[in-house]
């Protein structure tokens, strides 16, 4: 049963839900959001990693797994995936209200209790085991033993994630693009709302200095498709400068000539720089939304991407060239349209499109797609109104 200051609260009590919080990427910035909505939440995490999570989410009452236990745990927890059911399922959440969970695993999951409103915010299906699975466990991504493994557990994992995304157990679903909400409807056979997650337009108002060198800033996960850009960039001759870490660290630097340089990682002001300098941004990934176009266009540079998934309905005309196909020669193809001048793209376009995905529109989008939720449960609106007066986000200086 939860404790602390939502527990003492008269009005409808909340639980925030992630798969693990193990360092500020794209899902956790989301769930900080969501937090500044409802900062009196309690939170539920499979693993929670110390000096790595924002202020905002560290003030929050935090319950963690067994998995917290683990010795190394913080850097192996992909490890124990097909326990992963079982743990967000042990949280006891007797007496919430209210569950809103931030999910690319298994937080969606999670077990409300009888009478609860679920409101899921899907980053994507449980990737590891629908459309990602050969990225992660395909040959030469994994040793045979963890393939073996990998496969015999994808279908119990599947048959589990279906059934706890029915109407039983997730009362509404919110997809992180139209690219998921096809995922969703494919995986679950149920709708969901599209709301976009968001960029801080303020951490890129930066003058604009466009340099020679082209970007790319993200994990080394498989599907991010870093191989691509290092192999073109390696045969166009033409610098690329990467920010980030990741599993598929040490092959992708045997990879790189001496024109791709690795600048591992950075902090926010460093990469805001780098944004504001760079020729323009190359994102080769299928990616679920991608954030980082978004942080890339705030900035006022234009992005090189693969015309599919999220980055499909984020980037335009005006904001940047898509090459069709994931081979290193459409890359390069679309790679010289920009360095040729065959296609030129204007500062004032790019941060106009960014200051599209406020963090202010996701908030408030999704606070209606609470309410709905609420109402469609049949639940008394004033409970809910009545924590909403304490959102920080709804106060007048909330900075959008």
Not at 13 to 27: E, N
Not at 214 to 238: I, S, W
Not at 289 to 308: C, D, H, N, Q, T
């Amino acid at each position: 049963m939860i404790s602390g200051a939502n527990a003492n609260s008269n009005s409808c009590k909340v639980a925030l839900v992630h798969d693990w919080l193990t360092g500020m990427r794209g899902g956790e910035y989301v769930l900080e959001a969501i937090a500044e909505i409802f900062p009196y939440a309690d939170l539920f995490t499979l693993i929670y990693v110390p000096g790595k999570i924002s202020p905002v989410l560290t003030t929050l009452p935090r319950h963690t797994s067994w998995l917290q236990k683990i010795p190394g745990a913080e850097k192996r927890y992909r490890q124990f995936l097909p326990l992963m059911p079982r743990m967000i399922e042990s949280f006891d959440l007797a007496g919430v209200d209210l569950v809103i969970s931030s999910s690319h695993c298994v937080a969606k999951g999670i077990r409300k209790a009888p009478g609860a409103v679920h409101v899921s915010y899907v980053h994507a299906p449980m990737r590891y085991i629908w459309d990602r699975f050969d990225d992660y466990f395909g040959p030469g991504r994994a040793s045979a033993p963890v393939r073996m493994a990998a496969k015999l557990v994808r279908k119990r994992l599947q048959k589990w994630d279906q059934k706890v995304s029915t109407p039983e157990r997730v009362d509404f679903l919110i997809a992180n693009s139209g690219f998921i909400g096809k995922q969703i409807k494919s995986a679950y056979g149920r709708e969901s709302k599209v709301i976009y997650p968001f960029v801080d337009t303020e951490r890129f108002r930066g003058p604009r200095t466009a340099g020679r060198n082209y970007l790319m800033v993200g994990a080394f996960a498989p599907y991010k498709r870093v191989d691509l850009a290092v192999e073109a960039f390696n045969r166009l001759r033409l610098p690329l400068f990467i920010v980030g870490s990741g599993q598929d660290e040490p092959r992708l630097r045997k990879l790189a000539g001496p024109t791709v340089q690795f600048l591992g990682s950075l902090s926010n002001s460093a990469i805001a720089d780098l944004y504001s300098k760079c020729r323009a941004f190359v994102f080769p990934g299928l990616e679920d939304f991608g954030i980082s176009p978004l942080e890339a266009m705030a900035a006022g540079a234009p992005v090189i991407a693969y015309g599919a998934g999220g980055a499909a309905e984020t980037v335009t005309e005006k904001t940047g060239v898509f090459f069709k196909e994931q081979t290193v020669d459409a890359l390069m193809e679309a790679v010289l349209k920009v360095e040729g001048g065959a296609v030129e793209f204007r500062e004032e376009d790019c941060r106009a499109r960014a200051a599209e995905f406020s963090k202010k529109r996701f908030q408030g989008e999704l606070i209606e797609a609470i309410r709905q939720a609420w109402a469609d449960a049949g639940k008394d609106p004033v409970l809910l109104e009545d924590r909403l007066k304490k959102s920080w986000a709804l106060k007048p200086q909330s900075s959008a």
